[in-house]
């Protein structure tokens, strides 16, 4: 059969350049290395740049920079006292509070300085200040259906029973 197709020879040429790793591995050490130092230094210049800003500002730019940190401050103290009563509330879901420790609660205690809430020693203290609610029997309505107990005899009076029964008398 003459008709076959023979499959072509084709010869793959492999590359005789041979990358040491352990050569490529120090070339990227050192260039990580002196990129780090970069970054060290290019921080250090903020930081001197910044320091020679706050040095050359005038008493009216110094008191400007000064009331916006604080207006800052009290903003972010007054939305994180709001935080932690909705906190608060979310961590009492369910629970009893003691009255007495709800009058010495001081939301203060439990904002950092920076605005930041302290979750855990906020229900630290819910946990301490809590009880859970006694688990209640379902009460379902009377809905006046159903089997009510026994008929009472035809001749009985129930008022008159319940009267002799109050006196003692048979």
Not at 104 to 132: C, H, M, Y
Request: proline fraction near 4%; charged fraction near 30%.
């Amino acid at each position: 059969m003459s008709d076959e197709v023979q499959p072509e020879e084709t010869t793959i040429t492999e590359s005789t350049d041979t990358v040491d790793l352990a050569i490529e591995a120090e070339k990227w050490k050192q260039l990580a290395r002196k990129h780090e130092d970069r970054a060290k230094a290019n921080a250090d210049a903020a930081k001197e740049l910044e320091q020679l800003k706050q040095s050359m500002l005038t008493e009216t730019e110094k008191a400007i920079e000064q009331a916006k940190a604080e207006s800052r401050k009290a903003t972010v103290l007054e939305y994180s006292s709001k935080l932690v009563e909705a906190k608060l509330e979310s961590y009492l879901n369910g629970k009893v509070l003691d009255a007495n420790a709800l009058l010495s609660f001081n939301k203060s205690a439990f904002i950092a300085d920076d605005g930041d809430i302290n979750d855990d020693a906020l229900r630290q203290w819910v946990e301490s200040n809590t009880a859970s609610p006694e688990p209640t029997k379902p009460v379902y309505p009377d809905l006046g259906q159903g089997n009510r107990g026994a008929a009472p005899a035809l001749n009985s009076d129930p008022l008159l029973a319940d009267l002799k029964a109050k006196l003692g008398i048979d």
